[in-house]
Structure formats: structure tokens, C-alpha cells
């Protein structure tokens, strides 16, 4: 049986990620391939069924592996291991956000990586922090409030610290700023490798190259599920962590949510920023910029539903960010475009995450619908989860719990985010 890796005829389509995280480049030289079998054999039967190998997915094998559940088998559809929003994100990590829960998730989930990649391994953490900034004083009201509560290090800053912190913003909107020391750009690469090779180390089997067709359910309860080429794998649980392709397969087995995919442009500009230059998100005119492989990194923050895929990169989308980088940071409007590429966030309607048991299935678990801040709360999201399926009740897990986006519950949030 083949080993997935960078030399399969998949590793094209994984060069989204490579490119976009240089450090991650780096650090594959040390970590080498992701552990999981291509294809083939996949099990006779096991305990838990994991559908999707991105950060959700990953994560949740990892957790169930450590708290000592046998017979963990994870199915990813692509030949790689995170070929899609966990591989193609701009791994900003944000961990102030007023999506309810996902401050507490991202805190915890800093914990839960400082032991995966301590310093010794590298890290996952390029902590050069966030500088969030508006136009308006207001625009960060409520950012700054969470902060306060939630006992987050941060700064307030007005126009002129702002810009000899980032001299680019000169000139531009930005004159009002919260400065977040403790954010900076993950190791995504380093992240999804370790978890994989953690994950199969406690005895969790990765499969990639295997799509599941359906989950297979009876007399309301979870059986396994049956895959794109016939076979079927019986399981009393099956965790749906599909990213995009999430709410497809619930409606499999009769138990769909109302999630949707948002298509999200990144562009790669040619233009200069000091390596240690924070995080620049603007609030309001909301676009956000940061260093990457010698350029910058950046994105309009659009948001328009897309089908589960990949998808296309629209002309508008660049012109949209030119103008309102020539609004935030005059010089980055004038960047050319190195590269640019466009993938899906994915969101339940109030934003917050979808992470727990469906009353309608028994042993049928979701985590998905992690937005625009997967690689920030994701790996204590897949936690929680793992503590739903060993029979625990975290008290935060009533905030993600599915039931919340059925017909009949009705419960908004306040929106924005990553
Ligand atoms: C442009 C963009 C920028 C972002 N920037 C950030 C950021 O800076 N910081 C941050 O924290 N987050 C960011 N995010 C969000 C983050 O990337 C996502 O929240 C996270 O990657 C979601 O992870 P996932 O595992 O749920 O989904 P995915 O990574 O999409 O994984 C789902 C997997 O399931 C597989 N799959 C689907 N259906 C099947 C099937 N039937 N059988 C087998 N496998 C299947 C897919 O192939 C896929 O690999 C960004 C997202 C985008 C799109």
C-alpha cells in the first residue's frame, strides 16, 4: 500500500499550502510525509469513524488516540491530508474574536498546541501578534471589550504608534488600533503533520484517497458508513468533519444542517514588510494583510456562497482588495499580484462552531462549520467533541451543540470574524 506524500500525484494540489507557508516549507524538511495510507485495505470494522482529514478532522483522531479509543479510522477523500481549507488558509491566529466560545477554544487551544509542537520541535507559533485597526473609535468597541473580559493581553494604540509599527498604514484610514501580542501565524504544515503522526502513533489508521458516499444509519442510530467505490465499514460512530462538504453528508443519512460554504480570496502580493511586521486586520473596511515568502499575504475578507469545491479565483476579488488596501495601506495597493487563490469558509447562520452529538442520530457527531478561525480554535473544538464521544459533558459544548440550527431553535449571534 502506497504511503501518501509529497511525491504522489496529489502533492500538485497540495502546493496551494506549500507555497502559502514558506515557514511551513521549512519544517516539512524536518517532519517529512504525512503518515496515512493512500487507498486500498481501509478496516473491517471500528469504533469511530472520522470523515474529513483537515484540521477537524485531524484533531478529533488525535483526541480520541490519546484518550485511549481503539479502532479510529479517519477517511479523507484527496490523496493528501489537508488539501482543502486547512491547507489553503492564511493560518493567522486570531484569538480574540466576538463569535461567542471562540476566545475560550482559541485559549485552549494554544494550550493543547504549546504541547503537540513544543519549542523543542519547533513550535507551530510565529508570535509577531495582530494589530487590529479602523477608521472609527467604535469599530473596535466591542473587540476590546471581549479582550478585557476574557483577560487577553492587548494594547490600545492610536495613529502614530500604529504606524511606526507598520509604516505602510501611513497615510492610509487606520487611526485607531488594538494590538494583540499574543497572536501571529501558525505552522499549518507543522500542525496537520504532527497531529497525523501523533495521531497514528496512539493507533488511529489515516486513510486518504477514500471517499465516503454515505452514512449509513438505522432505526435511527449510526452504522458506518459506505464509501464511493461500494465497500462499507461498520461503526457505531461516525464524527462528520468535511469542511464544506459537511452538510452534504448529514442530508446521507437524513440529517442535514444548514451549514454554507463562503469562497474567501488570498493573494500573494510583491511588496516589502519587515519579517516581524504584526498581523495588520482592519475592522469595518474589513481586509487584512501580513509577511509571507518574501511579499504579502492578504485578503478582501469576501464572502460569497460557493458550492462544496474548489473554487475559481474572481477578477473582482482582486480589484476589491486593491481598493481597499489603497484605502488601509497605500503602498500595498500598488503591489502587483504574485498569486492568488480561493477556497471556502465554511459557517452555521450565527457563526459559532457545530461541534457535537445530532439529536436526531445517535453516534452520528459533527464538527464543522469552523469558519474563518479552523486553525485557532480547532484543535480545542475537536477536543470538546472527543469529550462528547467519551460521554462527558464540557459545559462550553452547549454553545456548538447541533441541535441549536434545527427547525423550531432559535438562537442569533452577533456575526463578523476571520
Ligand atoms: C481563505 C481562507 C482563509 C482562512 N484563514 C484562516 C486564518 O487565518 N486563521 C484561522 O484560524 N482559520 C482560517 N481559515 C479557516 C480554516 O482554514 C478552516 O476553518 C479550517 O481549515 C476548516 O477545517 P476542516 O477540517 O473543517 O475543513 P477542511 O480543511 O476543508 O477539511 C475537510 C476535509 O474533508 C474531506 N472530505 C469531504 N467530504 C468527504 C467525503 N465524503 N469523504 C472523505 N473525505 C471528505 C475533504 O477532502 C477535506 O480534506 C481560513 C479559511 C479560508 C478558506
Given at each position: 500500500m502506497p504511503e501518501a506524500g509529497y511525491?504522489?500525484?496529489?502533492a500538485r494540489q497540495h502546493e496551494g499550502f506549500l507555497v502559502l507557508t514558506a515557514w511551513g516549507c521549512a519544517r516539512r524538511l524536518r517532519c517529512g510525509i504525512l503518515d496515512a495510507c493512500n487507498g486500498g485495505y481501509v478496516m473491517d470494522r471500528a469504533d469511530v469513524i472520522i470523515v474529513g482529514g483537515g484540521i477537524a478532522g485531524l484533531g478529533v483522531a488525535y483526541h480520541l488516540a490519546q484518550a485511549g479509543v481503539r479502532r479510529v479510522l479517519l477517511l479523507e477523500r484527496?490523496?493528501?491530508?489537508?488539501?482543502h481549507s486547512s491547507g489553503r488558509n492564511a493560518a493567522i491566529f486570531r484569538p480574540?474574536?466576538?463569535?461567542?466560545?471562540v476566545v475560550e477554544l482559541a485559549t485552549r487551544s494554544r494550550v493543547l498546541l504549546d504541547a503537540l509542537l513544543d519549542e523543542e520541535r519547533?513550535?507551530?507559533?510565529?508570535?509577531v501578534g495582530l494589530l487590529l485597526v479602523s477608521a472609527l473609535p467604535a469599530e473596535l468597541d466591542d473587540l476590546r471589550e471581549v479582550a478585557q473580559r476574557s483577560g487577553l493581553a492587548h494594547e490600545i494604540m492610536e495613529r502614530q504608534g500604529i504606524e511606526s509599527v507598520v509604516?505602510?498604514?501611513?497615510?492610509?484610514?487606520?487611526?485607531h488600533g488594538l494590538f494583540l501580542p499574543d497572536a501571529g501565524v501558525v505552522d499549518a504544515h507543522a500542525i496537520v503533520t504532527c497531529l497525523a503522526r501523533s495521531a497514528k502513533a496512539a493507533g488511529a489508521r489515516l486513510t486518504t484517497g477514500t471517499a465516503v458516499k454515505r452514512v449509513r444509519t438505522s432505526r435511527g442510530r449510526v452504522e458506518g458508513v459506505e464509501l464511493e467505490n461500494g465497500d462499507r465499514v461498520p461503526a457505531d460512530i461516525v464524527v462528520i468533519?468535511?469542511?464544506?462538504?459537511a452538510s452534504g453528508l448529514g442530508a446521507s443519512c437524513?440529517?442535514?444542517?444548514?451549514l454554507t460554504p463562503l469562497r474567501r480570496h488570498l493573494v500573494q502580493l510583491e511588496a516589502r514588510l519587515a519579517k516581524a511586521t504584526p498581523v495588520v486586520w482592519s475592522v469595518g473596511d474589513e481586509v487584512y494583510f501580513r509577511a509571507e515568502s518574501g511579499g504579502v499575504l492578504a485578503s478582501p475578507c469576501d464572502e460569497e456562497p460557493w458550492p462544496a469545491g474548489v473554487p475559481p479565483v474572481a477578477a473582482a476579488a482582486l480589484e476589491g482588495l486593491a481598493e481597499k488596501l489603497a484605502r488601509l495601506a497605500p503602498p500595498l495597493g500598488r503591489g502587483s499580484v504574485r498569486r492568488a487563490w480561493a477556497c471556502l469558509r465554511t459557517s452555521a447562520s450565527d457563526r459559532a462552531p457545530v461541534a457535537g452529538e445530532d439529536p436526531?442520530?445517535?453516534?452520528l457527531f459533527w464538527l464543522a462549520g469552523?469558519?474563518?478561525y479552523g486553525m485557532t480554535a480547532g484543535m480545542a473544538a475537536a477536543e470538546m467533541v472527543v469529550a462528547l464521544v467519551c460521554g462527558r459533558q464540557p459545559p462550553i459544548a452547549v454553545r456548538s451543540a447541533?441541535?441549536?440550527?434545527?427547525?423550531?431553535a432559535t438562537r442569533s449571534l452577533p456575526v463578523p470574524g476571520g
Open positions: 511525491e504522489t500525484p496529489g484527496e490523496a493528501l491530508l489537508a488539501s480574540l474574536d466576538t463569535i461567542p466560545g519547533g513550535g507551530w507559533l510565529h508570535q509604516p505602510q498604514l501611513a497615510g492610509g484610514g487606520a487611526a468533519a468535511a469542511g464544506a462538504w437524513g440529517a442535514e444542517l444548514p436526531r442520530v445517535t453516534g469552523l469558519g474563518g447541533p441541535a441549536r440550527l434545527l427547525p423550531g
